[in-house]
């Protein structure tokens, strides 16, 4: 349904620099899926949303909606964004203030060069609301809206012209986390009523996760890794995407040569050595991080220190958060975050055993690490 | 834009380098400057000027400062009203304020002068308006509810947290206020000295009608003496329009260079803060007397002494034993007066196209600039914001050279009166029209974009409803400041585009006090009634704009 072929988007800062916002970027969103580009500010994932919609032109590369060439740097072709026919939701709202409810969602249709009738826009503006259940809100002045209806509104008017493709730009961000929540499901339950082929941009992993057929992470003007929610949670390739999704502890370490067993290989680490599956790409002796999520980390006070992957540590901070308990364990010199059971009665400065499962370790190479994290998983990950 | 700014500055460039009259055939030459600035005199002039509006500036600005300070920041009494009130002045044109001035504080006819006399028996009246002195108090007067307005602006916008936080570090008032907020109203200050400087140094009415009769000339009276020479040498007044340009072009560079270099760091941010009020205990009856004495030499006074006038059928100092004296006699006059009529016909048609073609033009020029990323913005800005630099009088010297030696008919005409003022308010236009077309979320626009509407069609239906508070604020404030336009009016007007503030100076000129006072009064109510139709009309057609984003 869209194409995107090896865009390149280049902003001239103020003092001649240059910024390469998007560097390269191809992907392609079949029709009727959730695709979401994720990634944190200044990636380039709202310039990519702004290209796609016509608000801004490309250095290079091409764009096609359905099997039309909407944009083409070499071609030195673009639609103009009004005859794109698709709808955007922008992170503002952009709801206009001089207007009514009804006026903000009839103006696509008023402004349409295929000419409605009065009485087919107020049928279709009142379908478009009910289907954001804003129906009897219509006279209102659009500014009186509160922040989750404003959405929706914004929604409604994106949706009236019934659009092959939708793009929503943070449309969720400048709303609390409740309802946040909240219309995350509705707007997917929405997605799927309508089949509409969706583009989303969001900096929250928890939203990309939940909503996505497929999600593609971005950094630096490039998409560094793309697939399904579970593949991109499970199987980072980078230490960004590692870091950016949820929390994680990197250990550092080097693959042990010629050392197997059960496909498993070794890597020695400073805690010791942790045997897991370390893609084949990665020769033996190489540089490597094992990434495991703090939830994946087992424990238990009996120290066996002879068992596989288990290590022995001390409890030094422990934060009762209802769910779990966040704790940091110092191995060697290593402080390991670790969420446990929250009925664990611990005391800080106790020993402990730490198992971290093989299944659960994500072997990645060491060279070319882009440096990321987010505040909270800053304190977890000392690498 | 380029016409109406740029060509008259080069026609004046042209003019002030021409030998022997308007329309001689002569060569180019250095003649004019030679005469004008080779003149010892011109140097007192040169003098005058900048001590007049150097005053003018620090008069103005320490009056305007503190009352903003005691307004905004303690709890003296009857602020909030206050606040409403500074801003009467404003709508009193200038040459109103000079001339009930006049008559409070001239050594012959002044009531203050008079009074003070009777009451403490002097031999010879206290004050004389027409020095240096007086020059410095009447245009200083005026200026400080600008500065005020300024000033208030800034401490509003301060977060009170920097103070608080310095209160909370053990610093008294005193040094919270030394130390911290007037460092943080800096730039405010400087920037407000630089706009009083340049008004100080381009107001025409005070020295025409004060600094004349003292016999301190500055930049400006000096030109318009050289037009009202027989014949008017209209090269030498090119030559000094020359030189006050160039002065206030350096005061306006520094200005806009001292406005880019504050915007880096921001320590007066856009949001409301509920600053930090301090409490004077009874000190504060103190400062509220002080405000309402400041509001009577401001607006009271002058105002009564016109009023008084008005009333008095032949000049005579206000007492209580004749009141019975009083008539309308004058309001009849000039009333009857065919030229009244013409006047204000004239001011009315010209200040309301001006203020309509100002707003619609720079909405479409502000457009442009703000929201198009096309290479000629920067220049297109800076042309625009080029007459600011021009001073009323050089640009009704630029626009005779212009008008005189082209061909175009309108010279004497209701439209070159227009046309001056067009371009003498362009800049506020653009001003206004760009703020807010700066706070009109890009998205708004995108938003229009992608449901299908095309440019021109967003910028009806969605760019102008939302400029619309802007455009109508920025419309009754041109409609205010051309309604009462002198100094370039007096060079360009005939006896039939008259207008009424040139009739009030000619008038005065023949000595009708009385009739002056009346048409005074007059003005100054037509001014309230059309302010107020407008705010109202503002309010009714006017949008709430409460964009969340």
């Known amino acids: 349904m869209i194409n995107v072929d090896s865009l390149v988007k280049i902003f001239r800062g103020s003092h001649g620099d240059q910024v390469h916002a998007l560097d390269g970027v191809s992907f392609s969103v079949p029709e009727g899926q959730f695709f979401t580009l994720l990634g944190p500010s200044g990636c380039g994932k709202t310039t990519l949303l702004r290209l796609i919609a016509g608000l801004e032109n490309p250095q290079a590369g091409e764009i096609y909606i359905g099997r039309t060439l909407v944009c083409s740097a070499d071609k030195k072709l673009s639609i103009p964004a009004n005859e794109r026919n698709i709808g955007m939701v922008f992170q503002s709202y952009a709801i206009w203030p001089h207007m009514s409810v009804f006026e903000n969602v009839a103006f696509p249709l008023k402004v349409s060069k295929q000419r409605y009738g009065r009485n087919e826009i107020r049928r279709r503006v009142d379908n478009a609301l009910t289907t954001v259940r804003l129906d009897g809100f219509q006279d209102r002045p659009a500014p009186l809206l509160s922040g989750g209806q404003q959405q929706r509104l914004a929604l409604a008017r994106a949706l009236v012209r019934e659009p092959k493709i939708l793009l929503l730009d943070e449309p969720l961000s400048n709303l609390d986390a409740k309802l946040r929540e909240q219309l995350r499901i509705e707007l997917r339950q929405l997605q799927r009523q309508l089949g509409i082929t969706t583009i989303y941009v969001t900096h929250d992993q928890a939203e990309a996760l939940a909503m996505s057929n497929t999600v593609a992470v971005m950094s630096q003007g490039k998409i560094v890794q793309q697939g399904a929610p579970r593949e991109i949670y499970e199987q980072p390739l980078t230490q960004f995407t590692a870091d950016f999704i949820g929390s994680t502890n990197f250990l550092p370490g080097k693959v042990i040569t010629g050392f197997r067993s059960n496909g498993d290989r070794s890597v020695q680490t400073e805690q010791g050595i942790i045997s897991c599956q370390v893609p084949d790409e990665i020769e033996d002796g190489e540089q490597v991080l094992i990434s495991i999520r703090p939830q994946h980390i087992l424990t238990s006070r009996e120290v066996n220190p002879a068992a596989v992957n288990h290590f022995t540590g001390i409890l030094r901070e422990d934060a009762y958060l209802g769910e779990y308990l966040d704790c940091q364990v110092e191995v060697g010199t290593t402080l390991i975050r670790v969420f446990m059971p929250p009925h664990l009665n611990i005391q800080r400065g106790e020993m402990l055993s730490i198992h971290l499962p093989g299944s659960f370790c994500t072997v990645i190479p060491h060279n070319n690490h882009q440096e990321y994290s987010h505040p909270a998983s800053k304190i977890g990950s000392l690498t | ?549």
């Open chain 2, 1 to 549: 834009m380029l016409y109406l700014a740029a060509v008259p500055l080069g026609m004046l460039a042209w003019g002030s380098l021409k030998t022997g009259s308007l329309l001689d055939t002569g060569g180019l030459t250095l003649n004019n400057f030679k005469l004008a600035y080779g003149d010892p005199r011109s140097y007192s002039l040169l003098v005058n000027s900048l001590i007049y509006a150097g005053g003018t500036c620090l008069f103005s600005l320490v009056i305007g400062t503190s009352l903003a300070f005691l307004v905004e920041r303690t709890n003296t009494p009857f602020r909030s009203l206050f606040t409403a009130l500074a801003l009467i002045p404003l709508i009193i044109p200038g040459i109103l304020y000079t001339i009930s001035w006049i008559l409070l504080l001239s050594p012959r006819i002044g009531f203050l002068n008079r009074i003070l006399v009777n009451l403490f028996n002097l031999q010879s009246p206290p004050f004389n308006i027409f020095s240096m002195g007086g020059m410095i108090w009447v245009e200083g007067l005026h200026l400080s509810p600008l500065v005020f307005v300024l000033m208030v602006v800034s401490f509003r916008s301060m977060d009170p947290a920097l103070e608080e936080a310095a209160l909370t570090s053990g610093a008294s008032y005193a040094s919270i206020f030394r130390r911290i907020t007037l460092r943080l109203a800096a730039p405010a200050l400087a920037s407000s000295m630089l706009i009083m400087f340049i008004r100080g140094l381009e107001s025409f009415e005070v020295p025409a009608l004060i600094g004349m009769r003292g016999d301190i000339r500055v930049f400006t009276s000096r030109i318009w003496l050289a037009l009202r020479e027989f014949p008017p040498n209209y090269g030498m007044a090119a030559a000094f329009s020359v030189g006050l340009l160039l002065i206030s072009l350096a005061g306006i560079l520094l200005y806009t260079r001292l406005i880019s270099r504050n915007r880096q760091f921001a320590t007066v941010t856009g949001k409301g803060f509920r600053p930090h009020i301090i409490d004077l205990g009874n000190w504060r009856f103190l400062t509220g007397t002080i405000l309402i004495i400041y509001f009577l030499f401001l607006v009271g006074l002058p105002f009564l002494i016109l009023i008084w006038t008005s009333l008095n059928p032949i000049y005579s100092f206000p007492s209580i034993d004749k009141l019975t004296l009083l008539s309308l006699d004058n309001y009849r006059f000039v009333l009857n007066m065919h030229r009244t009529r013409t006047a204000f016909s004239n001011s009315l048609i010209s200040s309301v196209g001006s203020a309509a073609v100002v707003m619609l033009l720079t909405a479409i020029i502000a457009w442009v600039t703000v929201k198009s990323r096309s290479k000629g913005k920067a220049a297109v800005d800076a042309i625009t914001f080029l007459p600011i630099t021009i001073p009323g009088i050089v640009l009704g010297v630029s626009l005779i050279w212009v008008y005189l030696v082209l061909p175009i008919p309108i010279y004497g005409t209701i439209w070159i009166l227009l046309l001056s003022y067009i371009t003498r308010y362009m800049p506020y236009g653009i001003r206004i029209n760009s703020a807010s077309m700066v706070q009109i979320h890009n998205e708004l626009e995108e938003a229009a974009s992608i449901s299908g509407s095309s440019r021109l069609q967003t910028f009806w239906r969605i760019t102008i409803p939302l400029l619309k508070p802007g455009l109508i604020g920025g419309f009754i404030y041109i409609v205010i400041v051309s309604f009462r336009e002198l100094s370039s009016s007096i060079l360009l007007y005939s006896s039939k585009s008259i207008v009424v503030s040139i009739l009030i100076f000619d008038m005065w000129d023949g000595g009708q006090f009385g009739e002056v006072a009346a048409l005074s009064v007059m003005m100054i109510l037509f001014l309230v009634i059309l302010v107020s139709a407008a705010t109202r009309a503002g309010t009714l057609f006017g949008i709430r704009v409460e964009n969340k984003s």
